[in-house]
């Protein structure tokens, strides 16, 4: 099976993979954009992608390319995030701290506190952090510690994010629809008519006369207008079970585009 | 009126903060954070911060201060968003390219189509782009045309945002909550009890039955859990208002915190 993901290797992306499958190929692709093409295009059979930070929120360019392609979400993957500070040179010395964007957002407090003078630069992943930081001594990293292993540098302090439940939602991608196992998540993307009043408070209450338990709601601009959103919705259950595939056709008469994004096994925390 | 923002001179805060007031004494401030407590304890009558950009989405950043300050939003600033590339050299030799994160987001398929092989590195801002490009042939900085001229950059290319609908809403944070004016907002922030199906669809209903629009709704991770959220609202209406009065004296009771944020005179895009 091949399974692509966010390169290069050593990223939260490659653990992730790894939790989500022992045995696959990883492909490692040079954006996310990519991923989600060669699920699409049948080049990988699935492909892994960050979805959402319990610090940092949703990562807003998957959400968007979720609207784009149509293959559907068959699974996610909980990873737990302890971000290092690694650097070739000596804490005294860190004048540029170099991260993913994601990355740097989790450790802000961190970074002010203890690197108020610092020039802060962003990379595309936390693993050409590392890479980069391996050149200058005067530069530390953030990312995890299997990639300071991977460049050779040390890790000069572990665990710096700025609050301890730091949690990765990753999403898979896959060609066909996951089957219905009694602990099932559904996706959806919704368009609704924003001139009118009330229109997400008669969306919800579709699944709330249901006891169908909403587990996250999300808006993303439209890029339309300034106050224009899809919603990003999650909901217990799989889009088969009676009673959601019931409230999925009434809300199709209720908005204005509905896209099910997929339903697939729920992951737990632990 | 001594009013504060995020610095240096030449950003597009600056642009928002002349839309507010032509006569204010600007005091330009090192970041977001210091704007808030600026306000806060009384340094400055009043400051102001960007809350969301219509491609970009939200300023997480600002939405967290929001819950820390007591400071209320007393008003807001919709400012259109016309994002250059300018540099000291030319197209051809452009090897760097930086700017404020949500700039560079704003940019990002264009950045990708035009400079596939650049380096993006990011600043505080958008002008601390630009006074670092002054620096560097190979390197571009995206930002306001304003900033261009302040350092001596030729704008090699105008308008390079991925979609033309690009505007910046600011808030502005006073000392004394704003008067009524028939035309105005309530911004509040929310935190629902997780565990009970259907609860942010209960909290929406008080403002569904009493015809009460809603502009708004944004969640934000609590950095407790993951899928653990406040939610930030805006509906039409001030505090005063009866309604809407009612509407929240009845929330109060549905949830385990509600903050209101601020009533203020609503802006109009054009």
Known sequence: MKLCLLGPEGTFSEMAARKWSRDADLIFMDDMESVAIAVEEGACDEGILPIENSLEGPVGAVMGLLLDISSPIIGEVI?????????????????????????????????????????????????????????????AAIGCSESAQKYGLKVLKEGIQDHPNNYTRFIVLGRKEAAPTGHDKTSLAVYLDRDRPGALYDFLGEFAHRQINMTRIESRPSKKLLGDYWFFIDVEGHRDDALLREAISALKDKCTTLKVLGSYPRADIA
């Open 79 to 139: 990873l737990p995030i302890k971000q290092c500070l690694m650097s070739r040179g000596s804490l005294e010395n860190i004048r540029i701290i170099v991260s993913h964007p994601q990355a740097l957002g989790q450790c802000r407090h961190y970074i002010h506190e203890h690197f108020p003078g610092a020039e802060v630069r962003t990379t595309g992943s936390t693993s050409h952090a590392a890479r980069l930081a391996q050149e200058f001594p005067e530069m």
